[in-house]
């Protein structure tokens, strides 16, 4: 048996670092470069808060120490990235003073949930109804139904929810408009609890996979052409073996390969899409907080829950990498 | 197995064979031209709307509020009038008129980030291809790491810090995340025509590297880079218009995704105020349907087996 | 018609079958009323080029035909079952358990994600549902062993085997239910000569076990006459000839049959050439010698592709110097070298005393307009994009030859015809609208416009079919000998070398083993490596039996002693010097 490769595993764990440590740059620097002083959109804050400020300067220059940014710039990099690393973004100045880690714990477990459930449900949806698309035995209606089906999946799935938003929970009202629960719920292990959230969290979720299963079914349909112009298919025919188990063993086995890689390059512009339609939804997750860090001005959460999301994405990456060589042993091989 | 018979066709052999008679002109591909339909629509939407209608309407106050649609009546009973035929929002603006303007201000951010990224795309692409070694190293992983850090994310940072942006700035911001995928595309694709027979002949043929990249590689490129163009119009505008949604992007000018945010804000979905969010994510709807069908056709054109499937 | 020659029961009728796809342009016959018996124990071959329905045919037999193909007349009878009349999910139980199929493309015949072993079990188990885990693995074991390959291969990916390995796999998964009948489509077609006549005996031996029907399809008439008992020749669609090999290769009736047999060449036979062009090439005026190699060797990492090698060929006297070897012997790593499109790892490359590597503009222009090429891919070498003339123009062109377009365009007419090919037909053709031997023909016109002094043709008639080898070969020849171009053939076939070379070098794992005049070489080689290269090779020639090793002929025995003996070197030719290592 043999194992990954080392340099295999290497490579992979440089990306990793390189992607974090690249977007952890990125958020840092960006900000600096704005003419936006963050001290004074604090000051601003107390001012609208209290009417007047006396000794503006005086408390503006405590503000700019407390944030650290009197320090000099490199000083101010290494303290970041060292907290980075530990997930400390410091304070949030618009639910001051809490740090901007508990207030992610709080959202992160929704989102995951949400994404993991929307993520492996379009991914095999997806993924089947390509292949369908082209297997020879699949019935009539169908072959025509899919491709139908398929010219919705090019709307952004914030699109789709706002419709079925409107559809079913404006007009039908057969589930709640917003929320990730009841607000007369408490959340806890009870059944109540449990059945609110499956009401709240099914409209986002089907936001998602109505739109974007035609993503992957559009990638599998042509995978699976390949496929089946193959050799190995046509001996597994003269072998005599049953169609569905060609299908299922033979074509889609070898056409989900590059399908995998794509899903860990496509999976951050999936978890950007569902921070949308958690924003329309207010679902407690990530795209609640982060609109309303935007709408507070609130630069550390901003800049934690953008971290955060590019963290988990090229994890991701990194763990559909790590399984890759498992489910591909010519890869094992060739890099060998 | 040459010479074909000349007895007279059956229906349904008929209609294979007009199927396949699809082969000889690949690019009269029904999808392709519906798509292309599609998008032409929501320009002349744009050119015909600035002519024929009067585009002060888009600034506040400048209609009564909520009104429906023609030939609809809202939760007041106030039924919509011609002069508003689309209805208006909660700020008295006239929908038709900031589609007329919206619109095209999302395709135009599409379209211009993906310009930039296309070219940035088949610089570095050809670049890493052809120079190889410690470049197309640093090219490789450089793109490897771009490709999964999701543009919203930066941007959300970007316009946060400086507030309002230009629709050119905009497009210049995304750009900076929609190259990747065509480096890595064009840099594959080089790689495997740099080993084929006819840049060898050519190479035999005292061909310079220029001859060689934009005469004898980039025409075979094309179906593939329009492809990647099309796919990174989709990718900038979904962006923009998810910027838009989160309240960010240009404050001042109207655009398809800031209605929709505004509309989301007031509450239109409760009120069942439908033509304020609904008409531009129609809009937005057509636009990607169409992007979507130029991409399958262009799909088509390029890989003949898919299109017997259709 | 053969009913006489063999009583036992037939295992395969066809009656009358015709196949038909229909097009836009109306309804092709793929093949038109073809009548066959096969006999239990026979082994017939179907010859004919690309095109001539012998897949088809044999495909018909699995009802595998491609969409939207289909059998518009006629039946097919397997050992008393009528295949037409079968439902989808009964044709589906006949399939490997009474008719098994073995592909052409063994190198991609296998699930690659899957070990050997389950694809042999799943084989078995699709046919008799719920066989227990002990008997699986008796019975793949034993189909393993009975194509001797090491046991061990059960447990590895498809990747990890050699495409010889993969090929006598695909075989074992034929046989593992005993079927009745065994199509064999081309099962060698990508494989080296040494192992192409490893693999046809395990072939020839399992089916003589089974005592099965086989059809072997092919195109190469010296592996049926060393393979198969029967011969079934189809031309478009049609079987044009059917009797033993016997009658067919020593009394061939059809003319086709006449053309395919007379188009294979033989090593000591007549020269397919044309007989009286032995008279002396034009020589050239020259003080520098043409190409010196230096000591140039090339390892790719841990691998040695050539070992250290020199030579000098000289400009005066153009020569045809062939370098053969199978692959992975570093002949094609030789030519690329040559052309300046890989730097040798140590050594140097020197045409008219400059060294490619350090080459200035015009003298690199220089060297690529005396140094030019036919590869073996004459669909790859046009681009797609542009007419075909845009290959001939472009150089001719980038040269300074052109002195205005209409010369430009009388070149390439002139060229044309002297190949042999109708310039309006082909000039302003794209690419995919030619066939395979116009297109290399084209090739070597645009050699012959531009006028090198030196060609390099590595492999240029491995792809082309073989009725057409013959006319190419000899245009390349006339190359040298009425325009004095110097070439260096770079091939795996020994009987063309034989041929068309004034000079042989044989290669072995990047080595020159032996060298010298190819009457010598080729005729009666002395280094145990040319000698098994000769005995590998298949002739068309019933009293010439394939090798003497029997069914149990084992070629790595001969590898391994020939890596021992030295090198041998037979003589030598004007205006070409191999330093003798």
Known sequence: MSRIPKEYIINRLITLVLTILIAATLIWIIPRLSPVDPAEIALGRMAAGAGTVENADEILATLRAQMGIDQPMIVQYIKYIKGVLLLDFGLSTAAFPTPVSALIANALPWTLGLMLISLIITFIVGNLLGALMVWEKTPRLWKVAIPAAMVFTSIPPILSGLLLMWIFAAKLQWFPLTGAYGLTVEPGWTWTFASSVLQHGFLPALSIVVVTF?????????????????????????????????????MIRNAILPQITAFALKIGLLIAGQVLVERIFAYNGMGKLLYDAILDQDFPVIQGVSYVIILLTALSVFIVDLIYPFIDPRVRHEVA | MTEATNTPLTRAEKRQARRI????????????????????????????????????????????????????????????????????????????????????????????????????????????????????????????????????????????????????????????????????????QVLSMKQSGYVQMARLSGASTGHIMFREMMPNLVPYLFGSFIANVTTSIVTAVGLEVLGLGPQRIPTLGRTIYEAINAGALIQNLWWWWGIPTLLLAVMFIGLLLINLGLDEVSNPRLRKLS | MLDDVTPKKPVLTMADISIEFPTPRGVVQAVKNLNLTIHKGRRVGFIGESGSGKTTTALSVMQMLAEPGRVSTGTIDLGGTDILALNEEEMRKTRLSRVAYIPQGAMNSLNP??????????????HEPGTPRADLKSRSDAAISSVGLPLHVGQLYPHELSGGMKQRVCIALGIILTPELIIADEPTSALDVVTQRQVMQTLNEIQAKIGSGLILIGHDMGLMAQSVDELAVLKDGELVEHGTVKQIIESPKHPYTQDLISSVPLVGGDSFLNPDKQANAPRRDSTQPLLRFEGVSKKYGAVTALHPMSFTLQGDTPQIISIVGQSGSGKSTMGSIMLGFNPPTTGHVLFEGHDLQRMSGTQSLEFRKNVQAVFQDPYACFNPFYRVNHALKFPFKQFGLSQGDKHTQQAMEEACVAVGLDPDLVLSRYPHQLSGGQRQRLIVARALMLSPKLLIADEPVSMV????????????????????????????????????????????????????????????????????????????????????????WDPSEQEAQAMKVGAVYRGDVEGFDLVRA
């Open chain 1, 214 to 250: 035609g993503f992957w079914a559009l990638g599998m349909r042509g995978l699976m052409i390949t496929v089946q112009g193959e050799d190995h298919t046509t001996l597994a025919k003269a072998k005599g073996l049953k169609p569905r188990y060609i299908l299922y063993k033979y």
């Open chain 3, 113 to 126: 994600i899957m070990r050997i072993e389950p694809q042999l079990w799943d084989a078995i188990l699709a």
């Open chain 2, 21 to 188: 008679r699809r082969f000889d002109n690949p690019w009269r591909n029904p999808k392709l031209i519906w798509g292309i339909g599609l998008l032409l629509g929501i320009i002349l939407l744009g050119i015909i709307g600035r002519i024929l209608w009067n585009l002060d309407l888009v600034f506040t106050g400048s209609a009564t509020l909520k009104l429906p649609p023609v030939g609809f009546e809202n939760l007041r009973r106030q039924e919509g009038v011609w002069d508003y035929p689309l209805g208006t929002d909660g700020s008295g603006r006239d929908i038709l008129a900031l589609i007329i303007i919206g619109a095209p201000n999302s395709l135009f951010v599409g379209l211009l980030a993906s310009l930039i990224g296309m070219s940035t795309g088949i610089f570095l692409g050809f670049t890493a291809g052809f120079v190889g070694g410690r470049v197309d190293d640093v090219i490789r992983v450089i793109s490897d790491v771009m490709i999964t850090i999701p543009p919203l994310l930066i941007l959300v940072v970007f316009q946060s810090s400086f507030g309002d942006v230009s629709l050119t700035l905009m497009a210049l911001l995304i750009a900076g995340f929609v190259w990747q995928s065509p480096t890595r595309l064009i840099r594959a």
């Open chain 3, 465 to 552: 079919d073989a009725s057409l080898r013959a006319s190419i070969l000899s245009n390349i020849y006339d190359l040298k000998d009425k325009y004095g171009i110097s070439i260096l053939y770079i091939t795996h076939d020994l009987a063309t070398a034989y041929h068309v070379s004034d000079y042989v070098m044989v290669l072995f794992k990047g080595h020159v083993v032996e060298a010298g005049p190819p009457k010598a070489v080729i005729g009666d080689p002395q280094h145990p490596y040319t000698q098994l290269l000769i005995d590998s090779i298949p002739w068309p020639d019933l009293q010439r039996a394939w090798g003497h090793g029997g069914a149990n």
